[in-house]
């Protein structure tokens, strides 16, 4: 068998590169570098590739060897081409103190002006029950106003809490966004105002805004969030969005996926700040 004659540059030489689009992964560009002679420099090429996370295929031949490169994320001047965001308005199960139910919270409204601490002298005549091992009744007129609705339901309240009812389970909504990104990506997606609380009104102005989004917030959601009814404003609390750490994930095609919960509730304003 005779020697291979070999035409052309010894190092790597890389060919017009290809560019398409799938649906799922976005845009694409498909590279290709040829060496005559083997795969010396090709393989510098191909390993810095593989190091980023890009598929490669490799033919190796004394001839000529081909290296090709699929880099979803990136186009040739280095910019990142796909960015998309996904929002969905889902709720959340949780349990609550049986004190922070609607009807214990009417009971403060209720009495407002006329006694303040109802539901702590509720709380206290739990304890006295405990204490007597079960034998301590609820007293009227102890920190409530006999004869009124304000007695009559914290009486059902300390019938509740003796029963070992001293939880519920409610709903709550919460606004999750999703990114997904190029796994190089080196830009601040989602960790500003992070355990700070959000108006509706905040909230729906940041998610709306195309300067700061690739697909803002759809109408339909913006409806939804916008009709969430508020309850009563309580003092030291604002009713809003607390907006939770992100968390990452490296999906299969190596994008990054970064996902961020607003959760809707009457916050306390003592344990977390506003945004302003």
């Given at each position: 068998?005779?020697t291979?004659i070999?035409?052309g540059?010894g190092?790597?030489?890389?060919k017009?590169y290809?560019v398409?689009?799938?649906?799922?992964?976005?845009?694409?560009?498909?590279?290709?570098?040829?060496?005559?002679?083997?795969d010396s420099?090709l393989?510098?090429?191909?390993?810095?590739?593989q190091?980023?996370?890009?598929?490669?295929r490799?033919?190796?031949?004394p001839?000529?060897?081909e290296l090709?490169?699929?880099?979803?994320?990136?186009?040739?001047?280095?910019?990142?081409?796909v960015?998309?965001?996904?929002?969905e308005?889902?709720?959340?199960?949780?349990t609550?103190?049986?004190?922070?139910?609607?009807?214990s919270l009417?009971?403060e409204?209720?009495?407002?002006?006329v006694?303040k601490n109802v539901l702590?002298n509720?709380?206290?005549q739990?304890?006295?029950?405990n204490?007597?091992?079960g034998v301590y009744t609820f007293t009227?007129n102890?920190?409530v106003?006999?004869?009124?609705?304000?007695?009559?339901?914290?009486?059902r309240?300390?019938?509740?809490?003796?029963?070992?009812?001293t939880?519920?389970?409610?709903?709550?909504?919460v606004l999750?966004?999703t990114t997904?990104c190029?796994?190089?990506?080196?830009?601040?997606?989602?960790?500003?105002?992070?355990f700070?609380?959000y108006t509706?009104a905040?909230?729906l102005?940041?998610v709306?805004?195309?300067?700061?989004?690739i697909q803002?917030?759809?109408?339909r959601?913006?409806?939804?969030i916008?009709a969430?009814p508020a309850?009563d404003d309580?003092?030291?609390y604002?009713w809003?969005?607390?907006k939770?750490?992100?968390t990452e994930?490296?999906t299969p095609d190596?994008?990054?996926e970064?996902t961020?919960?607003?959760?809707?509730?009457?916050?306390?304003?003592y344990?977390?700040?506003?945004v302003?």
């Amino acid at each position: 068998m005779g020697t291979p004659i070999i035409k052309g540059s010894g190092g790597a030489t890389e060919k017009p590169y290809e560019v398409s689009f799938d649906p799922r992964r976005g845009l694409s560009v498909r590279r290709r570098y040829t060496q005559a002679g083997g795969d010396s420099d090709l393989a510098g090429i191909e390993a810095t590739a593989q190091a980023a996370g890009y598929s490669t295929r490799k033919t190796v031949s004394p001839v000529l060897s081909e290296l090709e490169i699929v880099s979803p994320e990136v186009e040739p001047g280095g910019g990142n081409l796909v960015v998309t965001d996904k929002w969905e308005v889902v709720g959340n199960e949780i349990t609550k103190s049986a004190y922070e139910n609607d009807w214990s919270l009417a009971i403060e409204a209720l009495a407002a002006g006329v006694e303040k601490n109802v539901l702590g002298n509720v709380r206290r005549q739990v304890d006295e029950y405990n204490k007597s091992n079960g034998v301590y009744t609820f007293t009227s007129n102890v920190g409530v106003i006999a004869g009124t609705d304000v007695d009559y339901w914290a009486g059902r309240l300390f019938d509740l809490i003796i029963r070992d009812q001293t939880s519920y389970l409610t709903g709550q909504y919460v606004l999750r966004h999703t990114t997904n990104c190029s796994a190089s990506y080196g830009g601040n997606i989602s960790d500003s105002n992070v355990f700070k609380i959000y108006t509706t009104a905040q909230l729906l102005s940041e998610v709306q805004d195309a300067t700061l989004w690739i697909q803002p917030m759809a109408g339909r959601l913006v409806t939804k969030i916008g009709a969430i009814p508020a309850p009563d404003d309580r003092t030291g609390y604002q009713w809003g969005w607390l907006k939770k750490p992100s968390t990452e994930a490296l999906t299969p095609d190596n994008r990054i996926e970064i996902t961020t919960e607003y959760w809707l509730e009457q916050w306390s304003t003592y344990l977390y700040a506003v945004v302003t």
